[in-house]
């Protein structure tokens, strides 16, 4: 264990001044004033997927002999609800004898300093880790001839998210097709790949299904540049619908099929559906 005589004067500003030990989450007490409040839909997300290796230590202020919790409630909370018992210990980083001020500065500013992994990041390590889920998103795209990029380039895909969202809310085959019909029409121009482009691809077909066809709408819509597209979209607003709504309209075009728009903003539009994708 090192000591004072171990370390240099520099060294020991770095280290903090803490002990760990494993406390019953009842003898926790949180819920401080300076706290976000808690997330019921946080926690139910979280316990869907529980994993016991991303539970962080729990920072504890032991003040008076009491134990407050100023950064992990959420995951006391989780632990409590995926064990059934509010017994079971987790693991703290016990700091002695903060004024209750300096838990609040320490909290603001717990995230000032902290990278977060970007979507490609968590992908890769998705990737590496053997996850069903990004593997085959990554079959999918690539049986394209596309990569997944941490740049926007050509006939590579930034928008990770987006690939995942599509997944994940409409599946393999919505998401095989939303990639298929976007490289036959813009043939991997990059703007083509972006999140609300695809995302609005993929809107349209499940909102039109078998009443789409893929060959017009590469005719049709392929003759209009992305930009273009773009324009449109960000003129009509409505996050990634807007896109789709464009292309519509051009898909509509001198078409005697045409399709309604307003079955876009249909009974099966969601918050998701509706709102604003970043091309992250």
């Known amino acids: 264990m090192y000591g004072e005589g171990f370390l240099t004067e520099q060294q020991l500003k770095c280290v903090p001044d803490v002990s760990f030990e494993l406390i019953p989450i009842r003898n926790l007490v949180s819920n401080q004033?300076?706290?976000?409040?808690?997330?019921e839909t946080h926690i139910k997300n979280t316990l869907k997927e529980f994993d016991v290796y991303q539970i962080n230590p729990v920072k504890v202020s032991r003040r008076e002999g009491v134990n407050y919790v100023f950064d992990g409630q959420h995951t006391i909370e989780i632990v409590a609800a995926e064990s059934g018992s509010r017994d079971t210990p987790v693991w703290c980083m016990i700091y002695n004898e903060l004024k209750y001020t300096e838990e609040a500065?320490?909290?603001?500013?717990?995230?000032?300093?902290?990278?977060?992994?970007?979507p490609y990041e968590t992908f890769v390590a998705h990737i590496e880790a053997g996850d069903a889920k990004q593997k085959m998103i990554q079959t999918i795209v690539e049986s394209y001839g596309l990569v997944i990029s941490s740049t926007q380039k050509p006939n590579a895909i930034y928008?990770?998210?987006?690939l995942e969202r599509?997944?994940?809310?409409?599946?393999?085959?919505?998401?095989?097709s939303t990639i298929r019909l976007a490289v036959a029409t813009w043939e991997g121009e990059k703007n083509s790949l972006s999140a609300n482009m695809l995302s609005g691809i993929a809107k349209i077909?499940?909102?039109?299904?078998?009443?789409?066809?893929?060959a017009v709408f590469k005719d049709k819509v392929g003759?209009?540049?992305?930009?273009?597209?773009?324009?449109?979209?960000?003129?009509?607003?409505?996050?990634?619908?807007?896109?789709?709504?464009?292309?519509?309209?051009e898909y509509n075009s001198k078409n005697k099929h045409r399709l309604s728009i307003r079955q876009l903003y249909g009974k099966r539009s969601s918050v998701y559906e509706s709102s604003e994708e970043e091309d992250e």
């Open 159 to 162: 928008a990770v998210k987006a």
């Open 166 to 176: 599509i997944y994940g809310k409409y599946g393999r085959s919505v998401l095989d």
């Open 205 to 214: 077909l499940v909102t039109y299904g078998d009443s789409i066809n893929e």
């Open 105 to 118: 500065h320490i909290f603001a500013d717990q995230q000032k300093n902290v990278k977060g992994l970007t």
């Open 223 to 249: 003759q209009v540049s992305v930009k273009q597209i773009i324009r449109t979209a960000k003129e009509r607003g409505h996050g990634h619908i807007g896109y789709a709504e464009a292309m519509m309209l």
């Open 33 to 39: 004033e300076y706290q976000r409040m808690l997330s």
